[in-house]
C-alpha cells in the first residue's frame, strides 16, 4: 500500500505527517519532515501526543457511518442520503417562503479545508441567499485579525515563517502557552530561552511560563484581564527611557504621537496595581525587549499573541497594544523580528479567507466592497445585487436563532457550538427554539445530539483539498483511505441542497475543482491564491500567500517594503484598559479563567474519543492555589462549587500554586454537565464580536459530589 503524505488533522501549526493504510479504514502515522523553508519546516518532524493518535479517530466505535432523522419518536435513525436532503431542502423552502432568505442560517467552522469553507460561503450566499453565515472562528482569533486589519492592512496570523523565530533573541508570548497546544513549536523558542528573552504572558504557570525557569526569561504572572494594561505599562518603559526605534516610528507608522500620548499615563507602578506584577519586573521586561530590538543591534524580537490576550470583550484593543509595542521597537516588517498571532484551529488562517464570515468573501474581501462583490459575483454567475450583505456574528446569530424575525433553521459544519460557545444554558435554549437543525460531522457531537438531521461527512485522511497552516502557507490534506459507511464530503451536502433547492450556481463535490474555483475567486483579494496550484504543492514548494501569478514564488514574509494600508504606514490605534465585563463583586471574588490542556482539541468531540488521551485528562476539573482552598475546605480532588451569574457547577480540585490565588482555571474541552462554558461571559468585544471567554467573576465555594 502506498504511503500518503498529509498533515494532522488537528491544530494550525499542521504538523506533516505520512500515513501508511494499514486497511480499508485504518492509517498508521509517522511525522515528516515537509520540505525546508530556510529555517526548517515548522515541525521539525515532531508530533505532540494528539496527532500521534488521530489515526484512532477515524474508526472510533460511534464514528457516524450513514446519515441520520429524527422520527416521530424523538430518535435519530438511519436514513438515505437521499431521503436526509430531500428532507432538509423541502423544510428550507418551505421556511424560506413564509419567513423570507434570511430565515436560514449556516454555521461553519475553522477545521473546514480551504475547498469546504469556500463551498459552505458560497452555498450560503448563492443557494440559500442568506446573510446569517458565520463560523467558530469568531470564537479563536477574531480579535487579532481585527487588530492586524485595522493596524496593518491585511491579516496573516504570522506574517513571517514560524522557524525566523529560531534567531531571535527575545520572543513575548501574551496568552499563548504554546507548550500544550503547539508542542512541537517550542523548538522554534530554543534561541530566546538560551538568551534569557522568552518573556510570558499569564495568569497561570502554565507549561509555557514553566520555560522561562533557569534564567531562560521572565514569567509576568498578570491579573485575569489586564494584559492590556501591562503592554501599555511595557511600552511606557520603552517610550520614556529612549529604547524606541524613533526613525521606524516616524518612517512607517502614520501616528508616532498617538503613540506616546496613549501610554504616557501607564507608569509601571500604576501598572502594578492593576495588573499585579511589579513595576521593576515591568521594567525589567521592557530593557530585555528593547536590548534584543534590531535598532539596538540586538538578535530580534518577535511579540506573539494567542487566545489568552484574545478572547476578551477587550481582545481587539489588547492586541492592538501588543502590535503599538511591536512598532515602538520598530519590528513589523524587519527579518527576524515582527508581530504575529498563534491560530488555534488547524484551518483557523484558512477558514477565515475564503468567504464563511459574516462580513467577507472569498480572497479576504469585504463583502461591502462594491468591487468585491463585483468581482464575486462574476466567479460565481450571479447578479452582485443578488449577493446579500454582512450578517450577524457567531454570538448575536446564536441569540437571534428561534426568536422573532431571527433564523428558524441553522445548518451546522464543523463546529460544536454546545460545548465552544459561551453561556450554553442560552445556546442550548435558543437551538431548541429552531424549526430545523442541521448538523455535519465526524462523531455525534454535543450538538449532533440536537439536531432534526445529522449528516456523515469525510475527516482528513478520507479526503483531498488544502488547509492553510499558521504561517500562511498552504498545504495539501491527501486521502489515504476511503470513507467508511455512506459518509461523503460536506462538498455533497451543499452539492446536494443546492440543486434540490433549484439553484443554478455550479457545487462541485470535487475538491480539485472547488480549489480551481476558490483561485479565481481570490485573485486580486488580500489571500490572493490565484498562483497556487495543487501540483505546486505537491512539487514540494511553499508557498505562503499572496501569490498571485502561476510564476510567483509565494510570500513568506509581508511588510518588508511597506504595510497593506491606504498609505503603506502602519497605523497607531490609541487604546487603553478597561475592567473585565463580568468583574470581581463580593459575592464573586475570584476570576474565572478557561483554556486547553496538552491531551485535548478544541471542544474535545475528537480526542474525548481517543482512549490515551481520554485516559491522561479523563474529565473536567479547577485549578485552584493552595492557600485559597485551606481558607475555602477544598482538599486536592474533592468537589468545590463555581457559580457565576450564568449558573454553577460542580467539579473535582485540582490544588496547585501554578494559579494565581484570585483566579480559578478550568479546561473547556469537555461536554455535558462538564462543559465550563455553562459559566462562561458571552458579553463582546465591541470590534471583532468576540466573547469573553477569559474572565468573569466566580464565587467559590466547598461542595458535595452531585
Ligand atoms: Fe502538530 Fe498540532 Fe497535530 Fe500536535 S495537534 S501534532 S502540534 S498539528
Redesign the pocket.
Given at each position: 500500500m502506498t504511503a500518503v503524505p498529509t498533515h494532522?488533522p488537528?491544530?494550525a501549526?499542521?504538523?506533516a505527517t505520512t500515513l501508511h493504510p494499514v486497511d480499508r479504514v485504518q492509517v498508521s502515522v509517522q511525522p515528516r519532515a515537509i520540505q525546508a523553508f530556510e529555517g526548517g519546516p515548522t515541525?521539525r518532524g515532531g508530533?505532540?501526543r494528539?496527532?500521534w493518535t488521530a489515526p484512532e479517530v477515524l474508526t472510533v466505535p460511534d464514528r457516524l457511518t450513514t446519515p441520520l432523522m429524527r422520527n416521530a419518536a424523538g430518535n435519530l435513525v438511519a436514513a438515505s442520503w437521499d431521503e436526509a436532503l430531500d428532507f432538509v431542502a423541502d423544510r428550507i423552502r418551505s421556511l424560506q417562503a413564509s419567513y423570507g432568505s434570511d430565515s436560514v442560517a449556516v454555521f461553519g467552522g475553522g477545521g473546514l479545508t480551504n475547498e469546504k469553507a469556500y463551498a459552505l460561503g458560497k452555498f450560503a450566499r448563492v443557494a440559500l441567499r442568506t446573510a446569517n453565515v458565520d463560523y467558530n472562528g469568531r470564537f479563536c482569533m477574531s480579535s487579532a485579525a481585527a487588530a492586524t486589519n485595522r493596524a496593518f492592512g491585511i491579516d496573516r496570523g504570522l506574517p513571517f515563517p514560524l522557524a525566523d523565530l529560531g534567531g531571535a533573541g527575545v520572543v513575548l508570548l501574551v496568552g499563548s502557552n504554546l507548550a500544550e497546544t503547539?508542542?512541537?513549536a517550542v523548538a522554534h523558542l530554543q534561541s530566546a530561552r538560551d538568551a534569557g528573552g522568552l518573556l510570558v504572558v499569564d495568569p497561570r504557570r502554565t507549561a509555557t511560563a514553566g520555560l522561562t525557569a533557569d534564567d531562560a526569561g521572565i514569567h509576568l504572572q498578570a491579573t485575569p484581564g489586564t494584559d492590556l494594561a501591562l503592554v501599555l505599562a511595557l511600552t511606557h518603559v520603552v517610550l520614556q527611557e529612549g529604547l524606541a526605534d524613533t526613525a521606524y516610528l516616524s518612517e512607517r507608522t502614520d501616528d508616532p504621537e498617538g503613540l506616546f500620548r496613549s501610554t504616557a499615563a501607564w507608569w509601571p507602578e500604576r501598572a502594578e496595581r492593576v495588573t499585579g506584577v511589579p513595576a521593576a519586573t515591568i521594567r525589567r521586561a521592557a530593557r530585555v525587549l528593547a536590548a534584543a530590538a534590531p535598532v539596538h543591534g540586538g538578535d530580534g524580537v518577535f511579540i506573539l499573541t494567542g487566545r489568552g490576550a484574545e478572547q476578551h470583550s477587550k481582545g481587539t484593543d489588547t492586541v492592538t497594544a501588543c502590535i503599538n509595542l511591536a512598532l515602538a521597537l520598530g519590528l513589523p516588517g524587519r527579518l527576524g523580528s515582527g508581530y504575529g498571532c498563534i491560530t488555534g484551529q488547524g484551518n483557523g488562517q484558512g477558514g477565515r479567507e475564503h468567504g464563511q464570515k459574516a462580513d467577507q468573501l472569498p480572497g479576504y474581501r469585504s463583502i461591502s466592497d462594491p468591487a468585491a462583490r463585483a468581482h464575486v459575483a462574476r466567479v460565481w454567475g450571479v447578479d452582485p445585487e443578488d449577493l446579500p450583505g454582512p450578517g450577524k456574528s457567531a454570538v448575536e446569530l446564536i441569540n437571534a436563532l428561534g426568536t422573532a424575525g431571527g433564523p428558524r433553521a441553522l445548518l451546522v459544519h464543523g463546529s460544536n457550538l454546545l460545548v465552544s460557545a459561551p453561556r450554553l444554558a442560552s445556546v442550548r435554549e435558543r437551538l431548541a427554539a429552531l424549526d430545523l437543525l442541521v448538523v455535519a460531522d465526524v462523531v455525534p457531537s454535543e450538538t449532533a445530539l440536537l439536531a432534526d438531521v445529522v449528516f456523515p461527512v469525510t475527516q482528513w485522511a478520507e479526503e483531498e483539498g488544502t488547509m492553510t497552516s499558521l504561517e500562511g502557507r498552504v498545504l495539501r490534506r491527501q486521502a489515504a483511505i476511503a470513507p467508511p459507511g455512506e459518509v461523503r464530503s460536506d462538498l455533497a451536502v451543499f452539492a446536494g441542497l443546492a440543486s434540490r433547492l433549484g439553484c443554478g450556481a455550479a457545487f462541485s463535490t470535487d475538491p480539485a475543482e472547488v480549489f480551481e474555483e476558490l483561485r479565481l475567486a481570490s485573485a486580486g483579494g488580500k489571500a490572493d491564491y490565484s498562483g497556487i496550484t495543487w501540483e505546486r504543492i505537491d512539487a514540494g514548494e511553499a508557498l505562503f500567500w499572496p501569490v498571485p501569478s502561476p510564476g510567483h514564488p509565494g510570500t513568506p514574509r509581508l511588510f518588508a517594503d511597506g504595510f497593506s494600508t491606504p498609505d503603506g504606514r502602519a497605523h497607531v490605534v490609541a487604546v487603553d484598559h478597561r475592567p473585565v465585563a463580568d468583574d470581581l463583586h463580593a459575592a464573586a471574588p475570584m476570576y474565572l479563567v478557561t483554556g486547553r490542556l496538552l491531551q485535548h482539541?478544541q471542544s474535545g468531540a475528537q480526542t474525548r474519543r481517543v482512549p490515551e488521551l481520554a485516559a491522561a485528562e479523563p474529565e473536567v476539573f479547577a485549578e485552584i492555589h493552595p492557600r485559597v482552598a485551606a481558607q475555602l475546605g477544598i482538599a486536592d480532588g474533592r468537589p468545590m462549587r463555581l457559580r457565576t451569574a450564568r449558573g454553577s457547577m460542580v467539579l473535582p480540585a485540582r490544588v496547585t500554586a501554578d494559579v494565581r490565588p484570585d483566579t480559578v482555571f478550568v479546561p473547556f474541552h469537555f461536554g455535558g454537565s462538564e462543559a465550563v462554558n455553562e459559566l462562561t461571559n458571552d458579553a463582546l468585544d465591541p470590534v471583532s464580536r468576540m466573547p469573553e471567554f477569559k474572565a468573569c467573576a466566580v464565587e467559590v465555594s466547598a461542595a458535595s459530589l452531585p
Open positions: 494532522c488537528y491544530c501549526l499542521q504538523c515541525n508530533l505532540c494528539k496527532g503547539m508542542p512541537p482539541y
